[in-house]
């Protein structure tokens, strides 16, 4: 089946600093979306993507649906101590329906 | 606010004993999901409805159930809950079949003793 892998798989960041995570997939996918997740909570809807080469901005939050449609990206600027949490990346493949497939998650940690 | 509610936050149950979750939403939205998601793990789709249409996942154990008496709510049951069920259900919302973002709750943490 579709497998999307996440990386890095956790990351350990300087309040300010920018962040970058990326999301790949060995099969094509029609539609990428980005979700935090809060411990104890639900994933929340950042941004979603569904042109090949789109990029998309959400205030410090900047996300780019790749050219081959096999991986997507996130960037967070100048970052937060509220900015920890699992980053997960999900995608919708052709023939998919309405399922997404989830990655593996990036946790991020900041350091005041 | 439109939103998806879980309720309860927190479920203990005991091994075997049967426990039903709610999830209702005010989004009006025709399709939602439930999730099982273990700890540091993505979240595993179990079963979905668009509509009173229901689509299981061929992996989902029988042992998941789930009812969708309205567009607004809808139960997951566990008939005979095991340790290994003790996970995070999430439930999601999603605007219409050919809609792909969606809106999860907050989940309900299901403990089995």
């Known amino acids: 089946g579709q497998q999307l892998n996440q990386s890095p798989q956790s990351m350990f960041i300087q309040e300010g600093e920018d962040v970058s995570m990326n999301c790949t997939s060995s099969?094509?996918?029609?539609?990428w979306l980005w979700y935090k997740q809060d411990p104890g909570e639900g994933p929340v809807l950042l941004i979603a993507?569904?042109?090949?080469?789109e990029l998309t901005s959400n205030g410090r939050l900047t996300a780019q649906f790749g050219i081959t449609r096999k991986d997507s990206f996130l960037n967070i600027s100048a970052s937060i101590p509220s900015d920890v949490g699992i980053y997960f990346c999900?995608?919708?493949?052709?023939?998919?329906?309405?399922?997404?497939?989830f990655g593996t998650g990036t946790q991020l940690k900041v350091e005041l | 606010d439109a939103m998806v509610i879980q309720n309860p936050r927190y479920q203990v149950t005991q091994f075997g004993k049967p426990v039903t979750l709610s999830c209702s939403q005010t989004?009006?939205?025709?399709?939602m999901y439930w999730y099982q998601q273990k700890s540091s793990q993505a979240p595993k789709l179990l079963f979905h409805?668009?509509?009173?249409?229901?689509?299981n996942e061929a992996d989902t154990p029988d042992n998941f159930q789930s009812r969708r008496p309205n567009t607004s709510f809808c139960f997951l049951d566990i008939r005979s809950p095991g340790l290994g069920d003790a996970a995070m259900y999430l439930c999601?919302?999603?605007?219409?079949?050919?809609?792909?973002?969606?809106?999860f709750g907050p989940g309900t943490r299901l403990t089995v003793t």
């Open positions: 989004l009006n939205h025709n399709v």
């Open positions: 999900a995608g919708r493949g052709a023939g998919g329906g309405n399922k997404l497939t």
């Open positions: 999601a919302t999603s605007r219409a079949r050919s809609s792909y973002e969606q809106y």
């Open positions: 409805y668009y509509d009173k249409d229901f689509n």
């Open positions: 993507l569904y042109k090949a080469g």
């Open positions: 099969s094509i996918f029609n539609t």
